[in-house]
């Protein structure tokens, strides 16, 4: 992608961080870490949750962000690699009964931990060697995080001049299960560009931020199948998990969360 956009005559500015920007009805001026500046027709802005761009518009995030707290962890595989295969485990005994889920990717897998709160994330962030083990026998710890589920949409996706156009995480936060943060950043700079190309830079408003929201709603709704919060779902699960031996629909029902494919075909 570097290459192609060089190539293009495209010229990447290294170490320059985007302290803000003034857009105006002819273009916008784009303000820089020690006090340089640069001006340009549109500015697409894909500088991530924490974005410079969207504070200085003065553009909120709306939604919520959950109380629940996760461990991340990537190992790499193990000698003979297991079969690649999305698994979620509710109430996993090697981790004293709390949820797991295992997402395969090329030389390795992700390990996400549900915990009950920050101090409990921090105190299985900090030691992964004993219940990583309980989890994926034989598999090395690479790397170790925490987060917390946001469903935050920005209230705004361009400027009231439309010279500034929001993309991926500038623009909206999900939940990680399903996979919708990055593969809907992809889609929002395609379309910010062909938007600016077709000179149509509202629609790109009106459609990125209807389908972050569905995203978000999608995202959700896969946070409120597997937290099971009230007790109707608590219930429901605990009645499919017992079930699910001789029934399989109820197995099906326990993994049907929108949470990824499993990758391959499932017995359950
Ligand atoms: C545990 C986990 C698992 C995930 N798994 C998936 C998955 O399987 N599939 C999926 O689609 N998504 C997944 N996501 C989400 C995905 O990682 C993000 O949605 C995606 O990386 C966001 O990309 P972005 O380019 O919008 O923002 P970022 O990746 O945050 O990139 C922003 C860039 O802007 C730069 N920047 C920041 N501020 C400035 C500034 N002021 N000036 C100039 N540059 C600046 C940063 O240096 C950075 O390079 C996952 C997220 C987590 C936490």
Known sequence: MRRAYEEAGGRIAWSTPVTGVDPWPDGVRVRVAGGGETR????????????????????????????????????????????????FHYRHPGVGGRNVLLVPFRGGW?????????????????????WVAGVLPGHEVTWVSRYRFHQRVAERFVDDHHRVLL??????????FGARGMNSGIVDAVAAVDAVAD????????????????????????????????????????????????????????????????????RY
């Open 167 to 176: 993309a991926g995480e500038a623009a909206h936060l999900f939940p990680p």
């Open 40 to 87: 340009a027709a549109h500015v697409i802005a894909a500088d991530g949750p924490r974005s410079a761009v969207r504070r200085s518009l003065g553009t909120p995030l709306t939604g919520t962000t959950s109380g629940t707290d996760f461990v991340v962890v990537d190992v790499a595989d193990a000698a003979r690699p297991l079969p690649p295969e999305r698994v």
């Open 199 to 266: 000179g149509d830079v509202g629609s790109y408003d009106r459609d990125r931020r209807a389908a972050a929201w569905q995203n978000c709603r999608a995202a959700g709704a896969a946070c409120a199948h597997l937290l099971a919060r009230t007790r109707a779902d608590r219930l429901r699960q605990r009645g499919a998990a017992l079930l699910a031996p001789f029934w399989e629909p109820a197995g099906r029902w326990l993994d049907s969360a929108p949470f990824g494919p499993p990758l391959r075909k499932v």
């Open 110 to 130: 992700r390990v996400d931990l549900q915990c009950a709160d920050e101090k409990e994330a921090a105190d299985f962030a900090d030691d992964t060697a004993g």
